[in-house]
Structure formats: structure tokens, C-alpha cells
């Protein structure tokens, strides 16, 4: 299964999952992973699309928010992210609407 079609599967399902759980389901490297969703974020802010990363969870992460890294490529690509809660929730609200 491609990242593009798990994520899509995970939306569809209205859930999350954490960044060592896709990345062993793939076989790949967690930074392999993040460099994918990276890209994928930039191809998802260029078509107006939510970001399908936002359904990656740390996994200690009490709130089950995405990591650090993707609030700061979310702002680099031009997103309000100062309440990360509320942008991740918005997120991944628009993903599973539109799974």
C-alpha cells in the first residue's frame, strides 16, 4: 500500500495513527516517513487541500497531536498554527469530511 492510499484509509476511518506505526506498516525509516509527509504537506497547501499528515499522532502525546515538525512546515508553508490543538483538530476534521 502506498502513504498516499493509508492515509486516505486512516481519514475514510475518521482516525489517527502514530509516526513509528505507519512507518513500520510501509517499511520505511520514520525520517523516510516525515520527508514523504513533508512533501505531501507541500503538494496538499499547493491544491487547497487539507494535510493529510494531520492524522499522524506523536505517541506519548497526551492531546494526540502530530509532532513538532509538522506545525513548523505547516507555518512555513503559510498556516496559523499558533494553537496547534485547534489547527490539527480542524485538520483532520476536514480530512475525514472529505474521506
Do not use: N
Not at 475514510?12 to 514523504?36: H, K, N, S
Not at 502525546?61 to 498556516?79: C, D, I, M, R, V
Amino acid at each position: 500500500m502506498t502513504l498516499e492510499a493509508r492515509l486516505a484509509a486512516i481519514a475514510a476511518a475518521g482516525q489517527t495513527i502514530t509516526y513509528g506505526d505507519l512507518a513500520r506498516e510501509l517499511g520505511l525509516r520514520v525520517a523516510d516517513l516525515t520527508a514523504r509527509l513533508e512533501q505531501l504537506m507541500e503538494e496538499d497547501a499547493r491544491a487547497g487541500k487539507p494535510l493529510r499528515a494531520a492524522v499522524l499522532r506523536q505517541r506519548l502525546s497526551p492531546g494526540q497531536l502530530p509532532a513538532p515538525g509538522f506545525f513548523e512546515k505547516a507555518a512555513a508553508l503559510g498556516y496559523q498554527v499558533s494553537d496547534g490543538e485547534a489547527f490539527a483538530k480542524d485538520q483532520r476534521r476536514r480530512l475525514y469530511r472529505s474521506g
